[in-house]
C-alpha cells in the first residue's frame, strides 16, 4: 500500500528533425494537443494526490493523455516537468523496477513458451526469491483469480479473459505498494469485460494495494473507481466520486462524457424572476430546484443564453402539450426493460428513456410520431456558453 502523489507533471514529446515547428509566441493547435517550441505537449500541469488503498481511475477519449500520466508514474517514459512521489519519496530519477509498483497492460504480455506457473512466478525468480516463496505467492495468487486449473497450461490454450486473470497474478505475486492497469479489458467482449470488472473489484478486496486503473470506458470508470480523473487533450476536466461526477458534471465535456447514452442538449436561457431562477427552452419553462437556486445565487449568476443539459433518464413523456418541448420521434429501440427513443425537438437530437412499466407494458413507437417532453427542475444541468457548469 501507497500514497501517491502527482504534483505539476507534464510530457512534452520533443519534435522530431523534420518537424516544423512553430514561431516564437506563436503555439499552435495539431490533433487538439498543444504544439510549443519543445515540442507536442501530451499531459499538462497534471495535480493528484491518491490516497493508501484507494482506486482511482483515469477516463477519457483516446489521445488524451491518461496512457502517458500511467506511463510515467510506471517509469516507462521520462516525466518532463512536475515531481511524482510515492510514500512521499520523490520518484521521477528512479528505476521502474526500484518504484515498487506492477502494471498490467492491455496486451497481456505473457511469455507464450512458459506456463502460466512459470508466467506467474518469473518476476519473484528475477529477484532471487526462495523457491518455496515463490511457489506460496504464485498458488496464492491463483486462488485468489480462480485459475489454479490452469497452472501447467501455456497461454495459447487460454481464453482471453483467463490470460487477462494470468496478467493480474502475475503482477500481483509481487504483493507491490501500486497496481497499475493499462484498459486491461479493452480485449474482450462484452460479456467477459462484465466478469472481469467484477473479478478485479472482488481482487480489490482481497489485497491491499493502491490501483490507478487507465480506461476510455466510462462504465468500467463509474462502477470501478473511488474517484474518477477525467481527462481531454492532456488536461484534468473534473476529479470526483463516480456520483459526484455523474450528478455535477464541471462541464459540457464531462456531461457529455459521463453517462449513457450521455445527456441531451437544448439551446435555452436562464431566468430570474422575484429572486427565482427559471430555465426556458423553447415552450417550456421549469423552476429550478432549491438546491440549484442556492448554488446559482451563491455565485450571483446573472440572466443569460445557456446549454440546458437533461439525461435521457429524466424526460419525461407527458400527455398535455402545455409547458412541454414537442419532440419527433426518428427512432424506437426496445431494450426489454426500457424503451430508447431517438428524437428530434428544439432543433436538437435527443434521447428519451422510458420504462416499459410506466407504458404499461410493450408498446411500438412508429417513426414520425409527435411526443410531449418534460423534466423537473432538480434534473437540470445549466451551461454557460464557455461550457461551464454555472452552479460551481
Known amino acids: 500500500m501507497a500514497t501517491l502523489n502527482l504534483k505539476g507533471i507534464t510530457k512534452i514529446y520533443p519534435h522530431s528533425g523534420g518537424q516544423k515547428k512553430p514561431r516564437k509566441g506563436a503555439p499552435e493547435k495539431k490533433t487538439n494537443l498543444q504544439v510549443t517550441e519543445q515540442g507536442v505537449v501530451a499531459v499538462q500541469s497534471f495535480n493528484l494526490d491518491i490516497a493508501d488503498n484507494e482506486f482511482i481511475v483515469l477516463v477519457g477519449p483516446s489521445g488524451c493523455g491518461k496512457s502517458t500520466t500511467l506511463r510515467m508514474v510506471a517509469g516507462l517514459e521520462e516525466i518532463s516537468g512536475g515531481e511524482l512521489y510515492i510514500d512521499g519519496k520523490l520518484m521521477n530519477d528512479v528505476e521502474p523496477k526500484n518504484r515498487d509498483i506492477a502494471m498490467v497492460f492491455q496486451s497481456y504480455a505473457l511469455y507464450p513458451h512458459m506456463t502460466v506457473y512459470e508466467n506467474m512466478a518469473f518476476p519473484l525468480k528475477l529477484r532471487k526469491m526462495p523457491k518455496d516463496e515463490i511457489d506460496r505467492r504464485v498458488k496464492d495468487a491463483a486462488a485468489t483469480l480462480d485459475i489454479t486449473q490452469y497452472l501447467d497450461r501455456k497461454p495459447k490454450a487460454l481464453s482471453g479473459g483467463q490470460r487477462q486473470r494470468v496478467a493480474i497474478g502475475r503482477a500481483i505475486v509481487r504483493e507491490p505498494k501500486v497496481l497499475l492497469m493499462d484498459e486491461p479489458l479493452s480485449n474482450l467482449d462484452a460479456k467477459l469485460r462484465n466478469q472481469m470488472r467484477a473479478e478485479i473489484i472482488k481482487l480489490r478486496q482481497k489485497i491491499n494495494t493502491t490501483f490507478m486503473y487507465v480506461t476510455h470506458d466510462q462504465t468500467e470508470a463509474m462502477t470501478l473507481g473511488d474517484r474518477i480523473v477525467i481527462m481531454k487533450d492532456g488536461f484534468i476536466q473534473q476529479i470526483g466520486t463516480p456520483q459526484e461526477v455523474f450528478d455535477h458534471p464541471a462541464n459540457l465535456f464531462v456531461a457529455g462524457f459521463i453517462g449513457t447514452p450521455q445527456m441531451n442538449y437544448f439551446d435555452a436561457k436562464l431566468t430570474q424572476e422575484g429572486g427565482k431562477y427559471s430555465v426556458s427552452a423553447g415552450s417550456c419553462k421549469v423552476e429550478l430546484s432549491p438546491e440549484k437556486q442556492k448554488n446559482l445565487a451563491a455565485r450571483n449568476v446573472p440572466a443569460q443564453a445557456i446549454t440546458l443539459g437533461v439525461r435521457p433518464s429524466h424526460m419525461i413523456l407527458a400527455e398535455s402539450p402545455e409547458n412541454t418541448l414537442t419532440a419527433t420521434v426518428d427512432v424506437s429501440e426496445m431494450m426489454g426493460s426500457e424503451v430508447h427513443l431517438h428524437a428530434s425537438a428544439g432543433g436538437r437530437d ?43
Open 350 to 392: 435527443v434521447v428519451v428513456i422510458v420504462p416499459t412499466l410506466d407504458l404499461g407494458g410493450a408498446r411500438s413507437f412508429s417513426a414520425g410520431e409527435k411526443l410531449n417532453l418534460a423534466f423537473s427542475g432538480n434534473v437540470c444541468h445549466v451551461f454557460g456558453q464557455d461550457g461551464r457548469n454555472l452552479e460551481f
